[in-house]
């Protein structure tokens, strides 16, 4: 997993299945952040979530759980999860509702997951995490995160969710790192990675820090699989957009080409794999 969004759509679904214990949910959301907490955005999402109102006030991951619970309620069918992860990019917002609070703050975070009831149009709500950072950096130079918050926003109706295939979605993935890995390479040496000693082994190291986030065991392999890919392109993005030299217009614009709708590639690929490992939950 790449972001606490696909971490919470995951192992939520699969407890609400039955799939998984609440303290499966809960250690995996810890991996992201050693606290947790979960405040309602509105009343009518603190109602909708079981959440405390009118006090605003953080409460604890155990709360998260209950507004999963309250929110998804009992009537939930295999073929439309009650959890769903959405990831809105400028000029692509599927999944948001237009004029919301709730769309600024998904947008602004790049992610965001839709819980929805029985009745979808007066119980949606939509859930954004926002990290919180400590004042003193880690030994890497870099803001240590202290907290992960999470926000209750009520949402007016279900939004359009994205639907990708994943079979589809795994062949533009195979097709796009062909081509991204033969236009990097006619850029020449100094296209990926030019300012990194070691690309491949940044690479590595980039993946690594994302294994330790598991996804439960009832994920269909190919799902996994489009993930795994998905991780490595990623990777592979960062650290060839990661120069702190500068290229040639021409270099630019090739790169710049490949590598934007790469990066789309990905994330379509990422929201088809989650979106089956939450169907393979209600399944057998």
């Known amino acids: 997993m790449w972001c606490p969004?696909?971490?919470?759509?995951?192992?939520?679904?699969?407890w609400l299945a039955?799939?998984?214990?609440?303290?499966?949910?809960?250690?995996?959301?810890?991996?992201?952040?050693?606290?947790?907490s979960v405040t309602a955005y509105d009343a009518v999402a603190a109602g909708h979530a079981g959440l405390p109102w009118p006090d605003v006030n953080d409460v604890g991951a155990v709360w998260l759980l209950q507004t999963l619970r309250s929110a998804a309620g009992r009537a939930i069918h295999p073929a439309a999860p009650a959890v769903n992860l959405v990831l809105p990019v400028p000029g692509d917002v599927r999944g948001l509702v237009a004029g919301t609070h709730f769309e600024q703050d998904a947008l602004a975070a790049g992610e965001a997951v839709i819980v929805s009831g029985p009745d979808d149009a007066t119980t949606a709500v939509g859930v954004v995490p926002e990290f919180r950072y400590d004042d003193a950096d880690d030994d890497a130079g870099m803001p240590a995160v202290c907290?992960?918050?999470?926000?209750?926003?009520?949402?007016?109706?279900l939004p359009d969710l994205e639907h990708h295939e994943l079979a589809e979605t795994e062949y533009q993935l195979r097709a796009?790192?062909?081509?991204a890995t033969e236009a990097l390479t006619a850029i020449g040496p100094g296209a990926a990675g030019v300012d990194v000693d070691d690309p491949r082994g940044r690479v590595e190291q980039l993946l690594e820090t994302t294994r330790h986030h598991r996804v439960p065991d009832h994920a269909p392999s190919r799902a996994v699989r489009v993930l795994?890919?998905?991780?490595?392109?990623?990777?592979?993005?960062?650290?060839?957009?990661?120069?702190?030299?500068?290229?040639?217009?021409?270099?630019a614009q090739i790169a710049g080409d490949t590598l934007r709708p790469l990066a789309?590639?990905?994330r379509s690929a990422r929201i088809a794999a989650v979106s089956a490992i939450l169907r393979s939950a209600w399944l057998g």
């Not at 969004?5 to 699969?14: D, E, G, Q, Y």
């Not at 907290?147 to 109706?157: E, F, H, M, R």
């Open 18 to 36: 039955g799939k998984a214990a609440p303290d499966d949910v809960l250690d995996a959301l810890s991996l992201w952040a050693p606290a947790q």
């Open 228 to 251: 795994e890919t998905a991780a490595r392109v990623d990777a592979i993005i960062t650290v060839g957009t990661g120069s702190t030299r500068p290229w040639s217009s021409s270099q």
């Open 176 to 179: 796009a790192v062909r081509s």
């Open 5 to 14: 969004s696909a971490t919470l759509s995951v192992w939520a679904s699969a």
């Open 147 to 157: 907290a992960l918050s999470w926000t209750v926003y009520s949402l007016p109706a």
């Open 264 to 266: 789309q590639v990905v």
